[in-house]
């Protein structure tokens, strides 16, 4: 039964590339004009892969591969949960 809540909360990606180097992501359980659709946007630098969320509060995080991204913006950090 919890295993069914935890999936329900999850974001379902969609990630639409921008350029060769940069990728917005979106929730797809919102409408277009839903603005929780908006998770973040990716760009690829020199220094790795930099994730700048728009939830909650905004702030940036670099990541060695796209999909440690991506898995961030489905996994919340330590930082992020209530308490942490």
């Known amino acids: 039964m919890t295993l069914l809540q ?27 004009r839903d603005a ?10 020199s220094a790795g892969y930099e994730l700048v969320r728009l939830q909650h509060e905004p702030r940036v995080q670099i990541f060695d591969s796209l999909k440690g991204a991506l898995d961030a913006l489905i996994e919340p950090s330590s930082d992020e949960l209530p308490g942490g």
């Open 6 to 32: 935890d999936r329900a909360t999850k974001p379902v990606l969609e990630i639409l590339a921008i350029s060769d180097h940069e990728w917005r992501v979106c929730d797809g359980r919102f409408a277009q």
């Open 36 to 45: 929780p659709r908006m998770l973040g946007y990716i760009d690829r630098t």
